[in-house]
């Protein structure tokens, strides 16, 4: 069975301060994708990232960054710089390669609170 | 282009009533995904259409839920007899490519309250 598990319920910062969010996963699977999403008070989860369980490196995008290490199950998230307009839930999410029935399973969730 | 559409943004229901949820998925999109959010939670698996066959309905929680795909395009879920834990967000996703890990994407769901 597919678990994943964000430990960090919320987290406060100053805006400009750099903020990491964690992500460990479980899954029995040798091939399998990662995601991460984000969902802001509006409510629609908006599509961040996908990772390949075979491609380790690990990702830049503007001031989004993530690190993939299978040796520890994790998939962490790190915002540089952050800003009020990155106020959100975020979740990580873990689906196995299964004849095209990729489900997604989710962590429950960091709620992500920029400090003006 | 549109995205994913789901209607209504808000359904509020007496227990014991039925209700249908419905989803319109981008165009060309051949898999379709539903899922509930319960306040707190991240969305749940409930059920997975590749075209107009449900290939995985494990995640449905009993036969009070059924849904249906019956053209390859719109889906809705139907809840027989709701119960007042039934209230959730149900959101639905379509993905383009059959395998590959691509992003599904969601569309803003259908709030359910039932009373």
């Known amino acids: 069975a597919q678990k994943v598990t964000q430990a960090q319920t919320e987290i406060s910062v100053v805006e400009k301060e750099d903020v990491t969010l964690d992500c460990v996963y479980e899954t029995r699977d040798t091939t399998y994708y990662l995601f991460w999403y984000k969902q802001p008070p509006s409510g629609e989860l908006v599509f961040l990232i996908r990772r390949n369980s075979f491609d380790e490196q690990n990702e830049i995008s503007g001031r989004y960054s993530w690190n993939f290490q299978k040796s520890t199950s994790s998939f962490n998230f790190t915002i540089t710089a952050s800003q009020v307009v990155d106020s959100a839930v975020y979740f990580c999410a873990l689906s196995e390669a299964n004849f095209g029935n990729e489900k997604l399973t989710f962590g429950t969730g960091t709620r992500l609170t920029i400090i003006p | 282009g549109a995205g994913v559409s789901q209607t209504p943004s808000n359904k509020v229901t007496e227990k014991g009533k039925y209700v249908e949820l419905r989803c319109d998925p981008i165009s060309g999109h051949t898999a379709l995904y539903w899922y509930r959010q319960s306040l707190g939670q991240g969305p749940e698996f409930l059920i997975y259409?590749?075209?107009?066959?449900?290939?995985?309905d494990s995640g449905l929680p009993n036969d009070r839920f059924f849904a249906v795909r019956p053209e390859g395009s719109v889906s809705t879920l139907k809840i027989q007899r709701t119960e007042r834990g039934d209230s959730a967000v149900y959101l639905c996703?379509?993905?383009?490519?059959?395998?590959?890990?691509?992003?599904?994407?969601f569309g803003p769901g259908t709030r359910l309250t039932v009373t």
């Open positions: 996703a379509s993905r383009y490519r059959l395998a590959g890990g691509y992003e599904q994407y």
């Open positions: 259409f590749q075209g107009t066959g449900a290939a995985d």
